[in-house]
């Protein structure tokens, strides 16, 4: 119910009017209570698990407008039981007014009724939802007993990304490198403590000298070349993760000649990823059939992969579910927003209004 009775009258929290609403502070919370590792390995396997039934989910490139700073995005799919959207942005040159470069909300939807049953934040589940991804990719195509991973660009998604392959993957090092060393310092500190060696580098050629993954999470709105193809030696996998949007890429093209390249959607892939920059027919693997076992993974100790990685809306749809039962099973981990018009008669929107100025 929401005003279809005097205005000074409390409304009546009902399921349909009432959707529940998970803020940052709630969001930092819960991942609190789970734990941080508890909630990464969590959203990997969900992730997974949504990959081997992609065919149920109705997929789109995402619908992006782009401006001269970023680009504005809204990401949505179903798998016909539910549907899911995002809004996220990318910004990189809003670092220098100190603002972060993505940010994201979100909403959780019963296909049934098109009433939502969630709506959240989504700049921290974004990470937690890229580092799951990023991992959960790793733990199909990189080389098997991977320690050591590099991770270029130290910004809000690094910690992330270092902690996801910690423990998804089990790598036990991690060489830092950023341009601005203030990050490589944030990104030390923060992963102080965790289990993991930290070595930071002066450049990127150091910091990806023995490491067996080269994590690229850069923000730059240009075709920067982050790694160079004379950094990647055999046997190694790349998650590149940076380069999520037309005119934004990572890597020089020769790596992309020489790497078996996998992708979650190439439709979108190819506008937004890495492989914007080879022909339209570079050929691809869809991460899904690698997962289902439709489609080699890694086939030899010497092939250079590379998973071009650019987000896409399942793995929103993924994290989505998964914090929609979180906050279920545990009352008061959300708050409840009247956020949905609820007239006595369905067909009395306008009564319910009018009464309302009562
Ligand atoms: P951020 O701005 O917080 O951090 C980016 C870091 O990259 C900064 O510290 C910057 O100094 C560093 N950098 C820029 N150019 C560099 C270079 N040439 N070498 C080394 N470091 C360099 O941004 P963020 O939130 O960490 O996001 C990083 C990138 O990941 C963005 O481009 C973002 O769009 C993308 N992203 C992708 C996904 C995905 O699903 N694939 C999800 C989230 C973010």
Request: hydrophobic fraction near 45%; aromatic fraction near 6%; charged fraction near 20%.
């Amino acid at each position: 119910m929401t005003t279809d009775t005097l205005a000074t009258t409390p409304p009546v929290p009902s399921a349909q009017a009432f959707v529940p609403f998970v803020s940052v502070d709630a969001m930092m919370r819960l991942v609190h209570r789970i734990g941080l590792t508890p909630a990464l390995t969590q959203l990997a396997d969900r992730i997974e698990a949504d990959f081997r039934r992609w065919e149920a989910f109705d997929k789109t490139p995402r619908v992006a407008a782009h401006s001269e700073n970023g680009v504005i995005e809204l990401m949505p799919t179903s798998d016909g039981r539910h549907y899911a959207f995002k809004y996220v942005n990318g910004h990189p040159s809003n670092t220098r007014a100190g603002l972060q470069t993505v940010t994201a909300f979100g909403v959780l939807a019963r296909v049934e009724t098109g009433y939502p049953l969630l709506f959240a934040e989504m700049t921290l589940l974004t990470a937690l939802r890229t580092a799951a991804s990023s991992a959960m990719a790793a733990r199909h195509l990189a080389p098997k007993g991977a320690r050591v991973m590099a991770m270029i660009g130290n910004g809000a998604q690094a910690e992330f990304q270092a902690l996801a392959m910690q423990a998804v993957v089990g790598i036990d090092t991690v060489r830092l490198f950023d341009t601005d060393p203030a990050a490589t310092e944030k990104c030390m500190r923060n992963l102080d403590g965790r289990g993991l060696r930290i070595v930071a580098c002066a450049s990127a050629e150091e910091a990806v000298q023995g490491a067996q993954i080269i994590t690229t999470c850069t923000a730059d709105k240009r075709l920067a070349t982050v790694l160079h193809d004379n950094m990647v030696g055999a046997g190694v996998h790349i998650n590149a993760i940076g380069g999520d949007c037309p005119g934004k890429t990572e890597l020089a093209p020769a790596i992309l000649e020489r790497a078996a390249t996998f992708v979650e959607y190439p439709p979108q892939t190819r506008i937004e990823g890495e492989i914007q920059q080879m022909p339209e027919d570079y050929p691809v693997t869809e991460l899904w059939q690698v997962i289902t076992g439709q489609a080699e993974g890694r086939v030899s100790d010497d092939q250079i992969t590379l998973f071009d990685g650019v987000g896409f809306a399942i793995e929103d749809f993924s994290a989505l579910t998964w914090l929609h039962a979180q906050v279920t099973a545990e009352s008061g981990a959300a708050q409840m927003l009247d956020l949905i018009a609820d007239p006595d008669d369905p067909r009395d929107l306008f009564g319910m209004l009018m009464r309302a100025k009562a």
